[in-house]
């Protein structure tokens, strides 16, 4: 009887703290949207919002930015700032992230090249398009070329690895404890454990930042990163195979890749990596590689001029009609 009783008690105090705890998630997360509305535009896309943030009034092709893995678009406002002074660009949050509504169900890789497609489209951004992709961003930049390619102007791959790469054992391995543990993030976000604590979590991506911190702590944030790497997961067998060489003729594509290994524990994305970034090249006859020295993954925040630079090279050789190596 006193057992049984002792159980129902701290079953009840439990209920109590994980009620306080979502009821403080709840007022946090609606206090946060007070404090920092959206910089941008919410573009309806059928349904859903998608957050859409334009700068710049240049004439020439409009940049348009797509962030990495788990990366708000935020990341990239400084460098968007910089790019505003000779070009229109563009960042925007895929679904789910940041101000973007989440998507129905776990989207397919071109689900999020349809969805920027229709956020350009009824932004009002028309083309040509000077496509910047981070990492995953540089599978979906490359899906949007192959999807809509009169609409493309020129491309800029930042640390981005081929489907070789993306796609190998390795890779998926990680991705799936990814989502395991990005599952028991979002449970602790739920509860505003992950709000209290988050300072100490090194995953997420601006801790000192305030509306980065505000905006990464809760459930939702947690489903799009989970969302993403299901993307990757559930891909088609049709989209984990290079493109070939020579598929974009002679469109200027710059890459960049980082200098500094990747850390221990992502030592196996080192495998293979130059090779990946060779095969890239080779989509296009007009492309050159440079390496960040001083950069690893996140070269956008290591080594920001260098991102800027490749984006100014191939903006002019756009605008300018002439190769790479003439737009220096």
Known sequence: MWLAATAFALVFVLALVLGAGVAYETLEERRDRRRFPAPGRLIDIGGRRIHLHCEGDAPGPTVVIEQGMASP???????????????RVCTYDRAGFLWSDPPSAPPAIDDRVADLHAALSRGAVPPPYLLVGHSLGGLIVRRFAAAYPHTVAGVVLVDSPDERVIFRDSTTASLRQGVRLQRVVRGLARVGLLRLLGRRVPM??????????????TPKHAAAV???????????AD???PQA?????????LLLTHGIPFPPIAAAMDEGWVDSQHRLLA???DSEL????HSGHL????????VIEAVRRVYGAVCAGVRLKEAR
Do not use: K
């Not at 060489?245 to 594509?253: E, T």
């Open 239 to 241: 989209l984990r195979h």
């Open 226 to 236: 989970v969302d993403d790497m299901l993307s990757l997961l559930n891909a088609p």
């Open 73 to 87: 678009s935020i990341v990239w406002r400084s460098v968007q700032a910089r790019i505003a002074r000779f070009a």
């Open 245 to 253: 060489r020579g598929a974009w003729a002679d469109r200027p594509l």
């Open 290 to 293: 440079t390496v960040a020295s």
């Open 204 to 217: 997420l991506m601006l801790p000192d930042d305030p509306i980065g911190y505000a905006l990464c702590v």
């Open 283 to 285: 989509l296009s006859s």
């Open 299 to 306: 070269i956008h925040l290591d080594e920001p001029a260098v």
